[in-house]
């Protein structure tokens, strides 16, 4: 069974489109994140839940909305997608408060922006 | 604030030989992580570094936590081709007492492994 699992693992969409990407984990980890890889592969924090509080949002767009309806689950909605948006955004999950960082990340969903 | 140096930004070996990257910072870290990210795939923790000084290995792999706590590298021995990818330097930022996993990344090394 996969750890972190997200969907869909491409997206190809036009500027101006809302679109979401959900994630699952099934480590019972009580903390998830999203995180933007750019073309440069450049990893940055987007947002941290901790048992569906958001913990940590940076300084991202209001058009990303995250969303976690329980622990095991965090979902991304973007709205009015926009050409500098495209990129490959991670999931991932790690123990409460983990001072270790030790992520567990999921596949990645690709999203291109046309 | 926090960044990471990580160097080099890519390397070209041939299979067999040894690898060695490193990452530097301005700022004092308390752990280290190095990841590995496969071709369309997520980052993967490969070693996780809390002490200074520390030298840990993990099958080929070595890492150490620099004594200044600024710094950590990664060795590869004996290079396969199953070693390309990125590797990345990781080390969480702390805000109130907790980092809650909030990485800052190096900018990643790019190994490519001719057989």
């Known amino acids: 069974d996969t750890a972190v699992s997200q969907t869909p693992k491409y997206l190809v969409t036009q500027m101006g489109n809302d679109k979401s990407i959900k994630c699952e984990q099934n480590?019972?980890?009580?903390?998830m994140y999203w995180y933007k890889q750019d073309s440069k592969k450049f990893l940055k924090i987007m947002f941290s839940y901790n048992n569906k509080e958001l913990i940590i949002n940076e300084t991202v767009p209001n058009r990303f909305s995250p969303k976690s309806p329980d622990k095991a689950h965090l979902n991304l909605h973007i709205n009015s997608l926009e050409l500098g948006d495209s990129a490959v955004y991670f999931c991932?999950?790690?123990?409460?408060?983990?001072?270790?960082?030790?992520?567990?990340f999921g596949e990645g969903s690709r999203l291109t922006v046309l | 604030g926090q960044q990471l140096n990580q160097s080099p930004q890519s390397m070209f070996i041939q299979e067999g030989e040894d690898v060695s990257m490193n990452c530097t910072s301005s700022?004092?870290?308390?752990?280290w992580l190095w990841y590995k990210q496969d071709p369309g795939e997520g980052p993967v923790l490969l070693i996780a570094?809390?002490?200074?000084?520390e030298l840990t290995s993990n099958g080929r792999l070595t890492a150490q936590f620099g004594i200044t706590r600024k710094d950590s590298f990664l060795n590869i021995s004996a290079s396969i081709p199953s070693d390309v990818g990125i590797y990345f330097c990781?080390?969480?930022?702390?805000?109130?007492?907790?980092?809650?996993?909030?990485?800052?990344f190096g900018q990643g090394t790019i190994l490519t492994v001719h057989p």
């Open positions: 991932a999950s790690s123990q409460a408060a983990v001072g270790g960082g030790e992520l567990f």
């Open positions: 480590l019972g980890h009580d903390t």
């Open positions: 570094l809390y002490k200074a000084g």
């Open positions: 990781a080390g969480p930022l702390w805000a109130g007492g907790t980092s809650y996993g909030k990485l800052t």
């Open positions: 700022s004092i870290f308390n752990t």
